[in-house]
């Protein structure tokens, strides 16, 4: 039996506003995964989508004047224009108006409810509601009140259904115990063990129809619909199958369960995916629980990104601006998985211009130039006896494709980037100082020539196919020009006698 695929999910997001930046960077950074395991020639099942129902959506409808249904399809369209734009190639699309989703939601909960963990009860307090829940003393600030982040709150005296989530802590804090593979990085396992370690109560799992309508009946309540999040988080099994009908267009739940990522911001690891996930994957009768890579968000100057105080960047607008990989690679770029950073425009163009104009296009476009220049079409392999340069360039390159493979498997791309930019700079200094335009002067030197090319079209062959998740498209075009597209091989390879480059074109032109 061959490796169980890899199984990669996003947070789903939300369809109450327009994507933003940290949305595009989410999606692209799971999409970088998929595509290196892809490229490694593991099977790669990458799931994402969008979270359509809910009172924010219903909100932000009523408040364009247009059904909750129509504005959930609208900005689902936006959604998905930005990821065919970006490149992000997903295998399965969650919308969870789906009624494949729908069906399933309905079927677990009837089975928590037969089951007796589901009861319903009267609760009277404050309610928020942009968060969309019930808070309690323990929300409140310093000055003993509810700071801006939980937006509007108000009163709220309402009968709803609970699901028994403190009977399955005890559960929960023993498995975190067991097993610290559960989140990335590691440090917010530990915030998560210490949230979970605090006594706490059951989870309100119904909102009423009279205030919300705009979710998933109750199947044994109908005058109650599904809080939203019970909801979205099953998008991560329903539409990998999971309890699904036969013929109804979905993959074999059992093969790629469980999750080998599920790719979420750092404010829905506490409690969503982090509590109440893993207790409704344990209540539902699951015996193995999915992984979480939790990333960090980008800021703007500092500040939140925030839609209500007009701090967005337009990830489409960079892409048609700086192309599509120049924004792939500087997501990937400039942030630590797991840590924030701050979105700069100019550290955009700085890292186009430098890292993907000057330094793999410049030396990818110099070093098919020459060949074509120097050997016409078709290059020799060059002496199977190295010199010492070619040797310790090739001993650097293996040594970048093992670190940068290291580093993907622990999702640091940006330390796959640095160790494969590595490659890149010693190329180029090989370039200045092997100097092919003095050896094409001096027939004795022929031999050395050929092996000099023949090196430069070997390292650059690699750190192109190295970065080919990042930037897919220019990565094909580079590959293409070197002679060897599709060829995505991790490892250095001499180059074969009588190989033949492509047209040197620039792939990374000079920005206005
Ligand atoms: N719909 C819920 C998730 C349900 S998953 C079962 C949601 N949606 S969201 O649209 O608000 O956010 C979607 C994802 O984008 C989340 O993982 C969130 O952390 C991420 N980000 C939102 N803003 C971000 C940044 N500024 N930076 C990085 N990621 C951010 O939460």
Redesign the pocket.
Same mark, same amino acid.
């Given at each position: 039996m061959g490796a169980k695929p890899f199984f990669i999910t996003?947070?789903?997001?939300?369809t109450n506003a327009p994507p933003?930046?940290?949305?595009a960077?989410?999606k692209v950074l799971a999409d970088v995964v998929a595509r290196w395991h892809r490229a490694r020639g593991r099977e790669v099942f990458f799931l994402t989508g969008v979270?359509q129902h809910g009172q924010k959506v219903q909100q932000s409808a009523e408040k364009a004047g247009i059904p909750p249904a129509q504005f959930a399809r609208e900005i689902t369209a936006k959604f998905k224009a930005l990821w065919a734009k970006l490149g992000i190639a997903y295998d399965g699309w969650a919308e969870t108006t789906d009624p494949r989703h729908i069906r399933a939601v309905q079927a677990v909960l009837q089975q928590l409810h037969d089951q007796g963990d589901l009861y319903k009860a009267k609760h009277s307090g404050y309610y928020s509601v942009r968060q969309e829940q019930f808070l309690t003393d323990k929300e409140r600030n310093d000055a003993g009140e509810f700071g801006p982040e939980w937006g509007e709150v108000v009163h709220l005296e309402e009968e709803n259904w609970y699901f028994r989530l403190a009977k399955y802590r005890p559960w929960l804090a023993e498995y975190l115990a067991a097993h610290p593979e559960f989140v990335t990085p590691s440090f917010r396992g530990n915030e998560l063990a210490n949230a979970v370690a605090k006594e706490a109560g059951d989870l309100c799992i119904s909102r009423p129809k009279s205030r919300l309508g705009w979710g998933i009946e109750l199947p044994f309540d109908r005058d109650f619909v599904t809080y939203v999040?019970f909801d =979205?988080?099953m998008?991560?099994v329903t539409f990998a199958g999971y309890r699904a009908e036969p013929g109804a267009g979905l993959p074999d739940f059992e093969k790629f369960w469980p999750c080998d990522a599920h790719v979420?911001?750092?404010?829905?690891l506490i409690p =969503?995916h982090g509590i109440y996930w893993p207790i409704m994957l344990k209540a539902a009768g699951f015996g193995t629980m999915p992984k979480l890579l939790v990333?960090?968000?980008?800021?703007l100057g500092g500040a939140?990104?925030s839609k209500s105080s007009g701090n967005v960047v337009d990830p489409a607008a960079l892409a048609d601006r700086y192309g599509t990989d120049a924004l792939r690679y500087y997501l990937m770029r400039d942030i630590a998985t797991g840590q924030d950073a701050d979105f700069n425009e100019e550290r955009l163009r700085a890292r186009y211009q430098a890292d993907l104009a000057n330094d793999l296009g410049n030396l990818v476009n110099r070093t098919v130039s020459m060949a074509r220049r120097y050997r016409g079409e078709k290059l020799a392999a060059g002496p199977a006896d190295r010199a010492p340069d070619a040797v310790a360039l090739e001993a650097l390159g293996s040594e970048a494709a093992r670190r940068f493979d290291a580093a993907m498997a622990k999702y640091d791309v940006h330390l796959a980037l640095e160790a494969a930019w590595e490659l890149v700079a010693a190329a180029n200094s090989f370039v200045e100082s092997s100097a092919p335009w003095k050896l094409a002067k001096d027939e004795a030197q022929s031999a050395r020539l050929d092996e000099v090319l023949a090196v430069l079209v070997e390292a650059s062959r690699l750190a192109a196919a190295l970065a080919h998740p990042i930037i897919p498209t220019s990565a094909d075009h580079l590959l293409a020009q070197l002679g060897f597209g599709g060829c995505f091989n991790a490892q250095w390879q001499r180059l074969a006698e009588g190989h033949a480059v492509g047209e040197p074109t620039p792939v990374f032109p000079r920005l206005e």
């Open positions: 996003t947070a789903i997001d939300y933003h930046i940290g949305h960077y989410e979270d999040w =979205a988080l998008n991560y979420i911001g750092k404010d829905i =969503a990333h960090g968000w980008w800021n939140k990104v």
